[in-house]
């Protein structure tokens, strides 16, 4: 199993609908959790971590973590197509602590 | 304050020549990364450095890549006779070695191999 993994995509929801992404990691990595947003030909933008189990919640981004399960989410309320980007996971290796990333989701919103 | 700088922005490269791209960090991390992004690809994890110390190079292909981050000025990813596959976005990020705090990335080199 990778360290962290992500369903590649494409997901496809309308303008408006919630959009979820999943991602679910080994026990090599850390406890802490982050998304990043990657829109075409730009860099990886942080915009949620989380750490603690439960939800965390930021404008119209939650952040969901299970430990038990080993998976975390992230849903994006009232998606528009300005959030038409690539979503990626990210964990810290438990040996040097790198960041490790999912292979990241493609998110398409439509009008 | 001035965030993860990197240059040059955009990269050609016939085959066989060197590539050398910079990272700056922002200020007041000490702490580097670089990354690399094939296309449609993830990001994969190259290398880690300190000022300079290498901590981590598990991601760095054995042969032709180098990296350093000197004590005075940028971190340096050198490419020694590029081959088109060497062609993607390579990324740079900087942290203060918080975990709790994620990566901040610079802006990419693009790397095309000619």
């Known amino acids: 199993q990778k360290e962290v993994e992500q369903n590649s995509g494409p997901l496809s929801v309308p303008e408006g609908a919630i959009a979820s992404l999943n991602c679910t990691y080994s026990?090599?990595?850390?406890?802490?959790f982050f998304w990043y947003r990657q829109y075409s030909g730009k860099s990886p933008e942080l915009i949620m971590s989380i750490y603690s189990n439960g939800d965390k919640e930021d404008g119209r981004f939650t952040a969901q973590l299970n430990k038990a399960s080993q998976y975390v989410s992230l849903l994006i309320r009232d998606s528009q197509p300005s959030d038409s980007a690539t979503y990626l996971c990210a964990a810290y290796y438990n040996q040097g602590g790198k960041l490790i990333f999912g292979q990241g989701t493609e998110l398409s919103v439509k009008p | 304050n001035a965030g993860v700088m990197q240059n040059p922005r955009h990269l050609v490269r016939r085959r066989g020549q060197e590539a050398r791209l910079r990272c700056s960090p922002m200020?007041?991390?000490?702490?580097v990364y670089w990354y690399r992004q094939l296309p449609e690809e993830g990001l994969k994890f190259m290398v880690y450095?300190?000022?300079?110390?290498?901590?981590?190079e598990s991601g760095m292909p054995k042969e032709r890549f180098s990296a350093e981050f000197p004590k005075e000025g940028p971190s340096i990813l050198r490419i020694q006779q590029v081959v088109r596959g060497d062609s993607a976005a390579y990324f740079c990020?900087?942290?203060?070695?918080?975990?709790?705090?994620?990566?901040?990335f610079g802006s990419g080199t693009r790397l095309t191999v000619v």
């Open positions: 026990d090599r990595v850390s406890q802490s």
């Open positions: 450095l300190q000022k300079e110390n290498i901590i981590d």
């Open positions: 990020a900087s942290s203060d070695r918080r975990e709790d705090y994620g990566y901040t």
């Open positions: 200020k007041g991390h000490s702490h």
